[in-house]
Nanobody, 124 residues
């Protein structure tokens, strides 16, 4: 079993930056692909970014390309999402997810473990 705990959310002005962290429990973290998703009120959960076990293969959602960067530190069992040039439309609850395979995916239903989420609010 893997437990994921997100942190780093908050309120920021448009154009600002935030870095989200996701701390994972369990000894298998280094072999799992990780992902970030987000869900705004009344909308479906959207893919943000994912990363393979080694931090080499990275997928990014179209809406965040060039602004958000996913990374991981396997020694710390942590995955990060650096968010720059934030826009009001980035406002959502951000979720960290783990997949019991080394390979990343943009599909939420291919992830096995989820965190509780952290709120990100971007004011205009």
């Amino acid at each position: 079993q893997v437990q994921l705990v997100e942190s780093g959310g908050g309120l920021v002005q448009a154009g600002g930056s935030l870095r989200l962290s996701c701390a994972a429990s369990g000894r298998s973290f280094g072999s799992y692909a990780m992902g970030w998703f987000r869900q705004a009120p009344g909308k479906e959960r959207d893919f943000v970014a994912s990363i393979n076990w080694a931090g080499v293969i990275i997928y990014n959602g179209d809406s965040v390309k060039g602004r958000f960067t996913i990374s991981r530190d396997n020694a710390k069992n942590t995955v990060y999402l650096q968010m720059n040039s934030l826009k009001p439309e980035d406002t959502a609850v951000y979720y960290c997810a783990a997949r019991r395979t080394p390979y990343p995916s943009s599909k939420a239903n291919e992830y096995d473990y989820w965190g509780q989420g952290t709120q990100v609010t971007v004011s205009s």
